[in-house]
C-alpha cells in the first residue's frame, strides 16, 4: 500500500482527550492475525466502540456524528505499551492522517511515520486549547503544515511548531517509505561510486 504524500493538511478533528492510551486499547490484539495494512480501521478502538454484543456505545467519540475529520486530537502520552504496527495501521486505515497530543511513545511514534501518519508532538496548553475549541465548535477546523512544521487553530490564528527528524519529513513529503527513498537516492549513489572507484 503506497504511502500518500503529506505537505499540508486543513480539517476537523476527533477529540480523544483520554490520557495513557496503550496500543492494545487502540487495536485489541485479538485483531492482530492479519499481516496487511487494511481493514484494521474497522477494529480502531473496538473494545471501546462497541458493546459486548457489537452494537456500537452511543458515548465513545467515532460514534458521535458531531465529530469528524482527518486529525485525532488525543490525550497525553498516546500509544503506550507494546510496540505493534498495527495500532497506525488501524489509524490510518480509519482515515486519519495525523494525530496530535503533547506526548507519544517512542515507538507508536516511529510506527507512524513509517507508515505516513504524522504525529505532532504540542504543549500541555495547546493540547487543552484545541480541545477547548473542538468541544466549543466541531466545525472548528486546525491546520498542519508540514514544510514549515507548524499547527494552527484556524478559528484562533494560535499556532505552534513542532519537531520531526528531516528524514522523515522528505519522507512525508514526498510520500516515500525506506525502500523509496534509497530508490530515489540512486543516481547519486551510482554517482558516488564511480567518482571513488575513479580516487581508487
Keep these: 500500500m503506497p504511502i500518500e504524500k503529506f505537505v499540508k493538511l486543513t480539517s476537523t478533528c476527533v477529540p480523544l482527550p483520554v490520557e495513557n492510551v496503550d496500543t492494545d486499547q487502540i487495536i ?57 504496527e498495527h495500532a497506525a495501521w488501524a489509524i490510518s486505515d480509519y482515515g486519519f ?11 507508536f511514534k516511529s510506527n507512524a511515520l513509517n507508515n505516513g501518519l504524522l504525529p505532532v508532538q504540542v504543549s500541555e496548553d495547546f493540547l487543552a486549547q484545541l480541545f477547548e475549541v473542538i468541544e466549543k465548535d466541531p466545525h472548528n477546523t486546525i491546520t498542519v503544515d508540514l ?21 522523515k519529513k522528505s ?22 561510486e564511480k567518482a571513488d572507484s575513479v580516487d581508487a
Design 28 to 84: 485489541p490484539a485479538r485483531f492482530l492475525k492479519a499481516t496487511t495494512r487494511e481493514g484494521f480501521g474497522a477494529k480502531l478502538f473496538y473494545d471501546w466502540r462497541y458493546n459486548p454484543g457489537g452494537s456500537p456505545r452511543e458515548d465513545f467519540v467515532l460514534n458521535n456524528t458531531r465529530y469528524s475529520g482527518s486529525i485525532l486530537v488525543a490525550g497525553k502520552n498516546f500509544g503506550s505499551g507494546s510496540s505493534r
Design 97 to 107: 492522517r495525523v494525530v496530535v497530543s503533547s506526548f507519544f511513545a517512542d515507538i
Design 171 to 192: 519522507c512525508m513529503l514526498n510520500g516515500y517509505d525506506d525502500i523509496d527513498y534509497l530508490v530515489s537516492k540512486v543516481a547519486e549513489i551510482e554517482k558516488w
Design 147 to 167: 514544510e514549515n512544521q507548524t499547527i494552527s487553530i484556524d478559528s484562533l490564528q494560535r499556532s505552534e511548531s513542532f519537531e520531526i527528524s528531516a528524514y
